[in-house]
């Protein structure tokens, strides 16, 4: 599967593949965040690698939201259907 769902995109840009990425990394640190809540463990990666660049981890948490949002409102200009084409 490429960068969007329906594929319009190819190999897509290099926005739609940093976006898809940084969805992917927040989507795993939050399922590893649960599992340490049932491990009685801090698995919070991103906290665990940036931990003590405080304002870099923000950053991080802040690039993945707003890629997320991009990806839910599908932004990316390479995953958008061209005007008149499609079934």
Same mark, same amino acid.
């Given at each position: =599967?490429?960068?969007?769902?329906? !594929?319009?995109? @190819?190999? $897509? +840009? &290099?926005? +739609? *593949?940093?976006?898809? #990425?940084? #969805? =992917?990394i927040g989507?795993?640190? /939050? @399922?590893?965040?649960?599992? $340490? @809540?049932?491990? !009685?463990?801090?698995?919070?990666?991103?906290?665990? %690698?940036?931990g &003590? /660049?405080? %304002?870099?981890?923000?950053?991080?948490?802040?690039?993945? !939201?707003?890629?997320?949002? %991009?990806k839910l409102?599908?932004?990316?200009? +390479?995953? *958008?259907?061209? %005007?008149g $084409? !499609?079934?």
């Amino acid at each position: =599967m490429g960068c969007c769902s329906s !594929g319009a995109c @190819g190999s $897509g +840009c &290099t926005v +739609c *593949k940093v976006g898809y #990425v940084l #969805v =992917m990394i927040g989507a795993l640190n /939050w @399922g590893l965040v649960g599992l $340490g @809540g049932f491990l !009685g463990r801090d698995l919070n990666v991103v906290h665990l %690698a940036l931990g &003590t /660049w405080p %304002a870099v981890e923000s950053i991080v948490y802040l690039l993945v !939201g707003v890629a997320a949002v %991009a990806k839910l409102l599908n932004l990316c200009k +390479c995953c *958008k259907k061209p %005007a008149g $084409g !499609g079934m």
